[in-house]
């Protein structure tokens, strides 16, 4: 059993898949923070970098940090916090893949992450029991993400079965159900904030579902996106200085059909002795070419 499980771990750092890129990211972005924050301690200073990529419900602090309705879905406080999240993110993302594309779940991590970030801002903005720590709070984690996937399958394949430890099998429809009445009853004990990303992050989930369902990928934008900004960094091909559009002149062509025609003649000539399966790969491609022109 741990053998297994070691496999499937070592499996993740060989695929490149953006269901590994993912987690690649999350772990990333975890050490590059403690080794920032552990440099900032030995220097006396108490500065927390999370605060600078979570994602803040006041309005100007936002305005000043617009980048982290992104970065908060991959910063994490604790060990046990990615630890939690980045199982939860293998186990639903594999259950994912197999209905869905690499493509759909990048583009719906992203979309659930900012639906939680959205979410988030509101609630706390809204809501007059938060007024006192709207201007303080802020949030990270990629837990909304997650749940975005997690009921994108749910709502897709509702009678999905699962196996829980120590609970057994249930269908899929069932545990997303449990997932957000906790979230909901649990407001009010702590981490508000993060209960409502997490409530956002299930709801664009489900909408990218229902979506999907009647034809239409709501990802389909992100991934048309990301393929602009790489076309941007691509360099043009440099034109060849015996560039294929110059136009042959009449003694260049008569001489090139002369050696194709010579090539065919040969082609037809094995045919005539050995027989078509005599032919290599090569022979056989270019003689049906070469009926296919006329």
């Not at 229902?210 to 389909?220: F, L, P």
């Not at 022979?283 to 006329?294: A, D, G, M, P």
């Amino acid at each position: 059993m741990r053998q297994g499980i070691w496999d499937e771990i070592r499996n993740i750092f060989r695929q490149r898949n953006n269901l590994s890129i993912l987690i690649f990211l999350n772990l990333a972005v975890f050490v590059v923070v403690l080794t920032v924050n552990l440099g900032f301690f030995f220097a006396g200073k108490t500065f927390d970098v999370s605060s600078w990529l979570g994602v803040s419900s006041n309005f100007s602090v936002l305005a000043h940090r617009p980048w982290t309705v992104l970065t908060y879905m991959f910063v994490h406080s604790s060990f046990l916090h990615i630890l939690f999240n980045l199982l939860v993110l293998y186990w639903f993302g594999k259950m994912f893949l197999e209905y869905l594309s690499q493509r759909q779940l990048f583009g719906v991590y992203l979309l659930g992450g900012l639906a939680g970030a959205l979410m988030f801002i509101m609630a706390y903005n809204i809501i007059p029991v938060f007024a006192v720590v709207k201007n303080v709070a802020f949030a990270i984690g990629a837990s909304a993400s997650i749940m975005a996937i997690v009921f994108a399958i749910a709502v897709l394949v509702p009678n999905l079965p699962v196996r829980l430890a120590f609970i057994g099998q249930m269908k899929l429809k069932y545990l997303a159900m449990i997932i957000v009445a906790i979230d909901l009853l649990s407001i009010p004990f702590g981490n508000a904030g993060g209960h409502f990303a997490h409530l956002g992050g299930a709801l664009m989930g489900a909408i990218f579902a229902i979506c999907y369902s009647k034809g239409t990928d709501i990802t389909i934008f992100l991934s048309r996106f990301f393929t602009w900004v790489g076309n941007l960094f691509k360099s043009e091909p440099k034109p060849k200085s015996n560039s294929s559009n110059r136009v042959e002149t009449d003694a260049e062509y008569n001489k090139r059909k002369a050696r194709e025609q010579r090539e065919i003649d040969k082609i037809l000539d094995k045919v005539k002795e050995s027989g078509y399966s005599s032919l290599t790969k090569e022979e056989k491609e270019k003689l049906f070419s070469n009926s296919n022109k006329r």
